[in-house]
């Protein structure tokens, strides 16, 4: 299985970007041009362009704090889903990934367990059966549920979200270094319904298929 560890701290740097300008306090009425560049790189940039774009901001330049929420999402989904990956890659022996899962962000994802990197192989299956924190359902509902409370109905910040969550997936699949493995991918399927559901009924429409959820 090939991967890349050098990738593994990128969502978290991600989310230490979006923290640090969560906690200023001052606010200003008009969009700044740094403002329009992080929107700009939300909508449709890497995770590095929305870093660096999230680095030239300070607290007077925000004015919708849902776009912080779009870089948590982004995070969160690709941290829970490398941890599922890696965790259900360890579960069946490969022993090597315990250096995707020591820098998981565990605080991120809401995991309060024992430390995903001492865990052994029994544990880690627990994990990720389908009962288990990051068994299919669980982690798919905790990567939508996020966006869609965060989103509170609104149907373009629902759409905005599962922008988040695909190039959360696309992350992921990158510090993997290739196509993740199936209970992943079906997670992603899962995630992407729920939120895609979610539009549509924001939308008033009685039929969710309509909308195109394709990672």
């Excluded at 925000?62 to 982004?74: A, G, Q």
């Excluded at 889903?81 to 990934?97: I, P, Y």
């Amino acid at each position: 299985m090939a991967y890349e560890i050098s990738q593994v701290t990128t969502s978290s740097s991600i989310y230490a970007s979006a923290t640090s300008i969560r906690n200023a306090t001052a606010k200003q009425d008009d969009k700044s041009e740094d403002l329009s560049n992080l929107q700009n790189a939300i909508q449709g940039g890497s995770a590095e362009e929305i870093k660096e774009m999230a680095s030239k901001l300070d607290a007077k330049s925000i004015t919708n704090s849902y776009f912080l929420e779009m870089m948590n999402i982004t995070s969160k989904t690709s941290s829970n889903t490398s941890a599922q990956s890696a965790l259900f890659g360890f579960a069946g022996g490969d022993d090597s990934l315990l250096n995707i899962l020591s820098g998981i962000d565990t605080d991120l994802i809401g995991y309060s367990g024992k430390p995903l990197h001492l865990l052994n192989q029994d544990e880690a299956k627990a994990l990720v059966s389908e009962d288990g924190f990051f068994g299919i359902k669980n982690t798919a509902d905790r990567i939508a549920n996020f966006i869609i409370s965060a989103a509170g109905g609104d149907v373009e910040k629902l759409q905005e979200g599962l922008e988040g969550m695909k190039r959360g997936f696309d992350e992921a699949e990158k510090i993997w270094g290739s196509k993740l493995p199936d209970i992943s991918q079906k997670t992603m399927t899962a995630a992407l319904e729920s939120v895609g559901e979610a539009i549509a009924t924001a939308r008033g429409e009685t039929n969710g298929n309509a909308l195109n959820i394709e990672a």
